[in-house]
């Protein structure tokens, strides 16, 4: 893993471009917004495609129904937009399973960003899963300075089978994929926003690299 724990400041951590969290109508952008904030950066709420394409680094959250957030993307063409972007992307929750190849939700297409689909948990196991859960198996620069069995906090009733770009790993009645990374893609099935001191470092470590 590099070294990534650099201090923060009130500027973008690099490049002129900033920071955009993707507005598209489907993601709890605020609280991702006010999570930045904390460590002391600025984020732009958008879904300009010149915004986004100029970004230093790109966040795509996403909360609801697969079928619907993934229509309101195609409505703005930001479907064709995301899987080529050249900057660090970290996707958050639904954003992480859109960048799948197919969702079962919905019997949704994905952006193919990640050569997975998203199944749903077993009708034997509570859905949605709501609360804290450990992450372990952690292979990335995104977890420098991240112990693991660290509680992140996740809300979901589809998951991520474990697969080649599984980053770490979750257990709910079965061992499932809790990050992925391929190339400058990133996704996180957990909230790092809500997840205190760890998810923020989570965070920190995202804004923190380097192009």
């Known amino acids: 893993m590099g070294q990534n724990n650099q201090q923060t400041t009130s500027t973008p951590p690099s490049g002129a471009g900033g920071i955009v969290i993707i507005n598209y109508g489907a993601g709890n952008i605020q609280s ?3 999570a930045i904030q904390r460590l002391g950066y600025e984020a732009v709420l958008s879904d300009n495609v010149e915004e986004i394409i100029n970004a230093d680094k790109v966040i795509f959250p996403g909360v609801g129904e697969a079928s619907s ?11 064709k937009l995301i899987p080529t972007l050249k900057q660090p992307v970290l996707g958050i929750c639904l954003g992480m399973q859109l960048m799948c190849n197919y969702c079962e939700e919905g019997d949704t297409k994905g952006l193919g960003i990640f050569d997975v689909d998203v199944v749903k948990f ?4 509570k859905v949605p899963q709501i609360g804290w859960n450990e992450i372990y198996n952690l292979k990335s620069e995104l977890f420098e300075g991240i112990a693991e069995n660290e509680y992140m906090y996740l809300v979901h009733s589809y998951y991520v089978p474990l697969n080649d770009e599984a980053i770490a790993t979750t257990e709910y009645g079965i061992k499932y994929a809790s990050a992925l990374q391929k190339d400058n893609f990133y996704g996180v099935q957990f909230h790092p ?3 205190g001191d760890v998810g923020e470092q989570i965070l920190k470590n995202f804004l923190n690299f380097k192009l």
Do not use: P, Q, V
């Not at 957030?69 to 479907?79: H, I, N, P, R």
């Not at 077993?122 to 196991?125: A, K, R, V």
């Open 32 to 34: 991702i917004k006010f």
């Open 193 to 195: 926003e809500k997840s």
């Open 122 to 125: 077993s009708n034997t196991m």
């Open 69 to 79: 957030a993934m229509k309101k993307l195609k409505s703005t063409g930001l479907d």
